[in-house]
Protein backbone atom coordinates (compact mmCIF):
# COMPACT_ATOMS: atom_id res chain seq x y z
CA UNK A 1 0.00 0.00 0.00
CA UNK A 2 1.37 3.15 -1.05
CA UNK A 3 2.02 5.48 1.52
CA UNK A 4 2.98 9.79 1.42
CA UNK A 5 3.10 11.79 4.33
CA UNK A 6 4.20 15.05 4.30
CA UNK A 7 5.43 17.37 6.60
CA UNK A 8 7.42 20.64 7.19
CA UNK A 9 4.64 22.98 7.04
CA UNK A 10 3.20 25.74 9.90
CA UNK A 11 2.78 28.95 10.37
CA UNK A 12 5.80 31.14 8.69
CA UNK A 13 6.18 34.48 8.17
CA UNK A 14 6.29 36.50 4.83
CA UNK A 15 9.37 35.98 3.26
CA UNK A 16 10.00 32.59 5.12
CA UNK A 17 11.77 29.79 3.46
CA UNK A 18 10.88 26.30 4.92
CA UNK A 19 11.45 22.78 3.56
CA UNK A 20 8.87 20.37 3.16
CA UNK A 21 9.35 17.09 3.12
CA UNK A 22 7.70 13.56 1.69
CA UNK A 23 8.17 10.48 2.98
CA UNK A 24 7.03 7.52 0.91
CA UNK A 25 6.67 3.64 1.51
CA UNK A 26 5.14 0.94 -0.18
CA UNK A 27 6.60 1.66 -3.27
CA UNK A 28 9.59 1.09 -5.40
CA UNK A 29 10.24 4.94 -4.73
CA UNK A 30 12.97 5.69 -7.32
CA UNK A 31 10.48 4.16 -10.16
CA UNK A 32 8.11 7.13 -9.44
CA UNK A 33 7.94 10.53 -10.84
CA UNK A 34 6.95 12.98 -7.71
CA UNK A 35 5.28 16.46 -7.60
CA UNK A 36 3.83 18.67 -5.07
CA UNK A 37 0.20 20.71 -5.59
CA UNK A 38 -1.02 23.30 -3.31
CA UNK A 39 -4.83 24.18 -2.64
CA UNK A 40 -5.97 27.48 -1.35
CA UNK A 41 -9.26 27.30 0.42
CA UNK A 42 -11.70 27.98 -2.11
CA UNK A 43 -9.13 27.18 -4.84
CA UNK A 44 -8.62 24.12 -6.85
CA UNK A 45 -5.24 22.23 -6.67
CA UNK A 46 -3.03 23.50 -8.61
CA UNK A 47 0.57 22.24 -9.72
CA UNK A 48 3.81 23.38 -8.11
CA UNK A 49 6.59 21.21 -8.97
CA UNK A 50 7.58 17.78 -10.05
CA UNK A 51 10.53 15.06 -10.63
CA UNK A 52 11.83 12.84 -12.69
CA UNK A 53 11.76 9.02 -10.87
CA UNK A 54 15.80 9.59 -11.55
CA UNK A 55 16.10 13.11 -10.86
CA UNK A 56 17.04 14.27 -13.95
CA UNK A 57 14.58 16.36 -15.30
CA UNK A 58 12.35 19.26 -13.16
CA UNK A 59 9.59 21.59 -14.08
CA UNK A 60 7.33 24.40 -12.11
CA UNK A 61 4.32 26.25 -12.28
CA UNK A 62 5.44 29.72 -13.16
CA UNK A 63 4.36 31.10 -10.25
CA UNK A 64 6.70 29.14 -8.13
CA UNK A 65 9.57 29.35 -10.84
CA UNK A 66 13.28 30.51 -9.47
CA UNK A 67 11.48 30.41 -5.37
CA UNK A 68 10.88 26.69 -5.04
CA UNK A 69 12.85 23.87 -5.38
CA UNK A 70 11.96 20.54 -5.86
CA UNK A 71 14.18 17.54 -5.17
CA UNK A 72 14.93 13.69 -4.17
CA UNK A 73 16.84 11.94 -2.38
CA UNK A 74 16.25 7.79 -3.52
CA UNK A 75 18.10 6.45 -0.67
CA UNK A 76 15.85 8.08 2.02
CA UNK A 77 12.32 7.92 -0.30
CA UNK A 78 11.93 11.53 0.04
CA UNK A 79 10.98 14.08 -2.00
CA UNK A 80 11.63 17.64 -0.53
CA UNK A 81 10.29 20.78 -1.64
CA UNK A 82 12.31 24.06 -1.00
CA UNK A 83 9.98 26.75 -0.57
CA UNK A 84 11.81 30.67 -0.50
CA UNK A 85 10.41 34.01 -0.25
CA UNK A 86 7.46 32.90 0.35
CA UNK A 87 4.43 35.39 0.27
CA UNK A 88 0.68 35.62 0.86
CA UNK A 89 -0.68 33.95 -1.70
CA UNK A 90 1.53 30.79 -1.31
CA UNK A 91 -0.76 29.79 1.83
CA UNK A 92 -2.25 26.55 0.83
CA UNK A 93 -2.30 22.60 1.84
CA UNK A 94 0.62 21.17 -0.07
CA UNK A 95 0.08 17.81 -1.28
CA UNK A 96 2.59 15.43 -2.34
CA UNK A 97 1.97 12.89 -5.30
CA UNK A 98 3.04 9.74 -7.05
CA UNK A 99 3.33 8.54 -10.79
CA UNK A 100 4.24 5.36 -12.06
CA UNK A 101 7.47 5.61 -13.91
CA UNK A 102 5.61 8.26 -16.10
CA UNK A 103 7.14 11.56 -17.52
CA UNK A 104 6.25 14.80 -15.68
CA UNK A 105 2.75 15.31 -15.30
CA UNK A 106 1.35 18.88 -14.21
CA UNK A 107 -2.17 17.91 -13.36
CA UNK A 108 -3.44 16.02 -10.60
CA UNK A 109 -5.18 13.19 -12.27
CA UNK A 110 -1.89 12.38 -13.65
CA UNK A 111 -0.79 11.06 -10.57
CA UNK A 112 -2.20 7.91 -9.00
CA UNK A 113 -1.50 8.73 -5.43
CA UNK A 114 -1.59 11.29 -2.85
CA UNK A 115 -0.63 12.30 1.05
CA UNK A 116 -2.95 13.83 3.00
CA UNK A 117 -1.07 17.29 2.89
CA UNK A 118 0.71 19.83 5.00
CA UNK A 119 -0.71 23.42 5.31
CA UNK A 120 1.59 26.55 5.05
CA UNK A 121 0.17 29.56 6.31
CA UNK A 122 2.20 32.91 5.15
CA UNK A 123 1.46 35.65 7.99
CA UNK A 124 2.42 39.23 7.41
Known amino acids: QVQLVESGGGLVQAGGSPRLSCAAS????????MGWFRQAPGKEREFVAA????????DYADSVKGRFTISRDNAKNTVYLQVNSLNAEDTAVYFCAARWRGSIATTPDGFASWGQGTQVTVSS
Open 51 to 58: ISWSGGTT
Open 26 to 33: GLPFSAYT
